[in-house]
């Protein structure tokens, strides 16, 4: 099957339809953070709500929302915590919602391991840290807007609750487009793989063509040989016989008397 060309509408359109999904769960995620902060230690039903709720695919992709801990935790507390929410996601222990637990623990594991990396740990940290710095600036920007029209420079992000909702909200945008140019990278990296498949096997098929030929021609080459000795000796044959058939005695001079 052909795969299609990553063109820029294409590319465009995917970008625009992963922006409005992630909106739309947005608002929901910040609910889910409220009912989160007034009860910190989750049943398994919520636990497995939470990691399976709509929109998952895009919450999960920050680790340390998975494992509902701060970045600055230290690797103990994140096995701690693993610990902790794989007992109470995992499928043996909740039997009668064994799918969703499945894929809610699978969430767990995957946050823990890739904090167990020291380099996507980081990578993690990087986008978060980009995502509070985004804020800031456009804080500051917003302040500076605002006193240069003579208004009151306070801001809604003033609260920290809500400075910290900001930056939770530019965080995912900023892991889901990640996501989005991973999956476009790998679509890339397929499409390149399988080009270069369909090159190796043409090339394949036209080296044993030429060998077959070869092959053929080698084997067919005493025949040739025959064919042509054959037609030489009948066509020598054939020359001898029409020589002697007009072959003709010299003409003798008669000698005239006077």
């Known amino acids: 099957m052909t795969l299609a060309p990553h063109t820029p509408s294409r590319i465009c359109a995917a970008r625009a339809v992963t922006a409005i999904a992630v909106s739309a769960v947005l608002l929901r995620s910040l609910e ?14 919520n636990q497995i709500e939470r990691l399976t ?6 919450f999960n992709l920050n680790p340390f929302e998975v494992l509902q801990i701060d970045p600055e935790v230290t690797d103990e507390e994140i096995k701690k915590r693993f610990r902790q929410l794989s007992i109470l996601v995992h499928p043996d222990k909740n039997q009668d919602d064994a799918d969703r637990a499945q894929k809610a623990f699978e969430a767990v594991d995957k946050a823990y391991k890739l904090l167990l990396d020291q380099e996507q740990k980081k990578r993690a940290l990087d986008v978060i840290q980009a995502g509070k710095e985004y804020v800031e600036h456009t804080v500051k920007e ?13 801001v809604e992000e003033d609260d920290p609750e809500l400075f910290k909702q900001a930056v939770y909200k530019q965080t995912m945008k900023l892991f889901a487009e990640l996501e989005i140019k991973r999956k476009e990278r790998e679509a890339k990296e397929m499409h390149e793989r399988k080009r270069q498949r369909e090159e190796e096997i043409e090339a ?24 042509w000795r054959n037609f030489q000796a009948n066509t020598k044959g054939k020359k001898e016989k029409k020589n002697r058939t007009f072959l003709r005695p010299p003409k003798v001079k008669m000698e005239q008397r006077e």
Do not use: C, H
Not at 53 to 58: I, L
Not at 142 to 154: D, I, Y
């Open 32 to 45: 889910v953070k409220q009912i989160e902060k007034r009860d910190s230690v989750l049943t398994s039903k």
């Open 53 to 58: 709720r709509p929109g998952s695919s895009y």
């Open 142 to 154: 917003r302040k500076k807007q605002l006193k240069k029209e003579g208004k009151p420079t306070n």
């Open 204 to 227: 394949q098929e036209k080296a044993k063509r030429e060998r077959e030929w070869q092959k053929n021609f080698e084997e067919s080459r005493d025949g040739r040989v025959d064919s």
